[in-house]
Nanobody, 126 residues
Framework: QVQLVESGGGSVEIGGSLRLSCAIS????????MGWFRQAPGKEREGVAG????????FYADSVKGRFNVSRDNARNELYLQMNNLNLEDTATYYC???????????????????WGQGTQVTVSS
């Protein structure tokens, strides 16, 4: 069983930065992906970034490319999402996800991941 606990959310102004963390307990197999998703009020949950545990390759949604960076610290067993140049559309609850499918790239669909954290709120304001 894998448990995921997010932290690092908060309020920031447009153009600001935040770093989300996800503490991982349990075993994540190297043949899978870890990911970050977000869900804004009234919208569906969407994948924003994934990292292949086996090789470290990263994948991003077009909306966050060049602004977000996903990484993992194997020694600490943590996953991170560095978010830069935040805009109003980035306001959402952000979720860490584990055991995501990998088929040459990390799939960023909700149904592709097995484990989920409880979420952390990110609010971007002007």
């Amino acid at each position: 069983q894998v448990q995921l606990v997010e932290s690092g959310g908060g309020s920031v102004e447009i153009g600001g930065s935040l770093r989300l963390s996800c503490a991982i307990s349990g075993h994540i197999f190297s043949s899978y992906c870890m990911g970050w998703f977000r869900q804004a009020p009234g919208k569906e949950r969407e994948g924003v970034a994934g990292i292949f545990i086996g090789g470290g390759a990263t994948f991003y949604a077009d909306s966050v490319k060049g602004r977000f960076n996903v990484s993992r610290d194997n020694a600490r067993n943590e996953l991170y999402l560095q978010m830069n140049n935040l805009n109003l559309e980035d306001t959402a609850t952000y979720y860490c996800a584990g055991d995501g499918l990998y088929d040459g790239r990390c799939r960023l669909g909700v149904a592709d991941f097995t484990y989920w954290g409880q979420g952390t709120q990110v609010t971007v304001s002007s």
